[in-house]
């Protein structure tokens, strides 16, 4: 028996083994037929680009529609430029670009090209070309997952609400996920100066608001002070290097020595999700820290600081998680109204699907559970990503204040979703969703105009 | 005496917005009347133009009156903005940016409009006294509407994002979840 079982046997591996190998397969031709739609990411074949998109990621986007054509030299650029737009031309006149240290001064013609029928719209790859080892560092950041830089375009594309939402009103969110793709988010153009992106405000204009409040939380802090006083007398074309500068700032320690990599030291991951800051990986991440802010402090001080930020995650997971049990409890008991079957169908939800189900959590798609969805999972996602995003900035950036402030709003939303979902148990089993919470006219706007 | 004192310098006060003072101003003294925390200066603040001009070489980018002009409280001059704008940006990065602000904002007015038709409704069919949860969330709906214009016109992806659109989600589900309650505490009385 055992000898003829054994072939069998062997012939079901095979099996398994060729269906995987082209379910594999399969999976990858889906993903790359995925992408290649109109628009871009994961659901490119879902929407179509707006026209703005190109100027916020325009290695995708960007056509030019002017009505200039013929071949120009740099010189040539200038003398035009300087009557049609005389600021882009002072910029650069200003820049290391017009007077560099080599004598070959870098033309408007050496990032937009010669032929103004066909101007390119610069991005990365083109300021890489000089630019190889910040632009290499930068790549790099891909290694490390979300949240980084280099793959903002990506979190913002493939996120179910850009799908779903009018282009307009998405485009909100290229603007600052299109650090991805060009340099001039922190460089502003066309004086691309380090000095100028050295500064904590260069990283505000998005780098702040509920989720990430890190204009805030550095302001209040001894640092953020320190820079508020004192900052504008400092000299700001010194590198990012121990001794340079009186307090440390965004890029200092995020980008020190200049290094174009803000994702590899990352432990917490912007408290988005518990981790385990304990691993061999973050024990390395760890030191580095410490080093950093041993530039300053004492190495022991610093290790405490970073024990103290543990600790404040520590005591927020138990309250998110407290949360989210009262919301999946309600799930589980066809509580939620209206329910996932009753909210208007966008175009990643199969109309009347079997399977609609809210989306409660960080691994079901939390981070777009802010619209279309009933009013106590919005007062989650507000406990979630504002409440906790910013108590987590707080003890990251050194502002006990902001700390105490988010925990207080935590305690409180908390509070709120136990009571509101006593009042859910307490009506009972919800009446069918009234026709307003699929119609009206953004509603029923969007479900077919994104 | 103190009252009196608060009820002179209020309409003083009421007086002096009644009929908006003609200028010529200067951006530290928009400020210091908005407010240096009040949506318009707080967005423009955080946006690039608002940055520049406190880290970069002065003139560079706008304040308050290199686009709004030392007269401002006066309506916007279009063709005046496009040469504005344009001594930095081309006119296509204008219309297109433009065009596309206008169209974010009016998404933002169906979002507004689509709350408006059912608060009218609530307010035909219940007492006002009952209706403060609804006209409170449609108060702080007008509110990120004007965050959303705010951070449109001054380029503050911040007021656009996360005090303009995703906000004014917030306000329109929360209202219609108001509206909601009304409906099932009413049905719940008259069984």
Redesign the interface.
């Known amino acids: 028996m055992s000898t003829s079982s054994r072939p069998r046997m062997a012939r079901y591996a095979w099996g398994v083994l060729i269906v995987t190998v082209l379910a594999i397969a399969a999976g990858y031709g889906w993903v790359a037929w995925s992408k290649g739609g109109p628009g871009d990411g994961l659901y490119s074949r879902q929407w179509q680009p707006n026209k703005a998109f190109g100027y916020w990621h325009p290695a995708h986007f960007y056509r030019y529609e002017g009505a200039m054509s013929g071949h120009f030299e740099g010189p040539q650029c200038v003398e035009c430029h300087s009557a049609l737009t005389p600021g882009v031309v002072a910029d650069w006149r200003a820049s290391r670009h017009a007077a560099p240290k080599d004598g070959k001064t870098v033309y408007c013609d050496s990032c937009h090209g010669n032929d103004h029928a066909k101007l390119r719209m610069p991005d990365k790859t083109v300021c890489g070309g000089c630019h190889a080892t910040q632009h290499a560092q930068f790549q790099d950041e891909r290694r490390f997952g979300f949240p980084s830089h280099a793959l903002a375009i990506e979190r913002a594309v493939d996120a179910p609400h850009f799908v779903d939402k009018p282009k307009a009103e998405v485009t909100a969110c290229l603007q600052c996920h299109s650090v991805a793709s060009k340099c001039d988010s922190c460089h502003t153009r066309h004086l691309f100066s380090a000095a100028e992106a050295r500064r904590p405000e260069a990283c505000i204009t998005c780098h702040s608001g509920p989720p990430h409040p890190d204009d805030e939380t550095f302001f209040a802090s001894a640092h953020g002070k320190r820079y508020l006083a004192e900052g504008d007398q400092w000299d700001w074309s010194k590198p990012l290097a121990k001794g340079n500068y009186k307090a440390p700032t965004c890029a200092y320690c995020h980008m020190s020595g200049g290094k174009h990599q803000v994702a590899d030291k990352t432990i917490w991951k912007f408290g988005l999700q518990e981790v385990n800051p304990l691993t061999s990986g973050n024990q390395v991440r760890r030191k580095q820290w410490v080093a950093m802010c041993s530039d300053c402090h004492d190495a022991e001080w610093s290790r405490q600081q970073l024990a103290g930020l543990d600790a404040e995650r520590k005591r927020a997971w138990p309250l998110l998680y407290a949360a989210e049990r009262e919301l999946k409890g309600l799930r589980s008991d066809d509580l939620l109204h209206p329910s996932a079957d009753e909210r208007p169908p966008y175009p990643l939800d199969e109309p009347g699907a079997l399977f609609a189900r809210e989306r409660i959590g960080y691994f079901e798609g939390q981070s777009s559970a802010f619209y279309n969805v009933s009013p106590i999972e919005r007062d989650y996602f507000e406990m979630w990503y504002f409440d906790n995003l910013g108590a987590y900035k707080g003890a990251a950036h050194g502002a006990p204040d902001a700390v105490a402030r988010g925990h207080e709003k935590m305690n409180t939303a908390l509070e709120n979703i136990k009571q509101k979902a006593q009042t859910l148990r307490q009506q009972g089993k919800p009446p069918a969703a009234a026709p307003w919470w699929v119609e009206g006219e953004y509603t029923g706007h969007n479900k077919v105009n994104n | 005496m103190r009252r009196l004192l608060a009820i002179l310098l209020f309409f003083l006060g009421a007086s002096a917005f009644a009929q908006p003072p003609a200028g010529p101003f200067t951006d530290a003294q928009c400020i210091a009347c908005h407010g240096a925390e009040s949506a318009e200066v707080h967005g423009w603040r ?3 133009h608002g ?2 001009v ?4 002065p003139g ?1 980018a706008p304040g308050c009156v290199g686009c709004h002009t030392a007269a401002a409280h006066r309506p916007a001059d279009a063709a005046r903005m496009d040469q504005t704008c ?5 006119p ?2 204008i219309a ?2 433009r ?2 602000g206008e ?2 904002v ?2 933002g007015n ?2 507004q ?2 709350a408006l ?2 608060l009218t409704r609530a307010r035909a069919e219940f007492s006002a006294a009952v209706l403060a949860d609804m006209e409170a969330h449609y108060a702080s709906l007008q509110k990120h509407l004007r965050n959303l214009r705010l ?1 449109v016109a001054h380029q ?3 007021y ?7 906000a004014l ?2 306000d ?3 209202l ?5 309650d009304l ?2 505490g009413h ?2 009385k008259s069984k």
């Not at chain 2, 406190?54 to 070489?57: L, Q």
């Open positions: 955080l946006s690039k940055v520049l406190r880290i970069s070489t560079r344009g001594r930095c940006h081309s296509r990065y297109t940016l065009a596309n169209r974010m009016e998404v169906m979002k409009r689509e038709q059912l951070g503050s992806p911040d656009q994002w996360w005090h303009g659109h995703p989600d917030g329109l589900l929360r219609k979840g108001a509206y909601d409906l099932r049905a719940a």
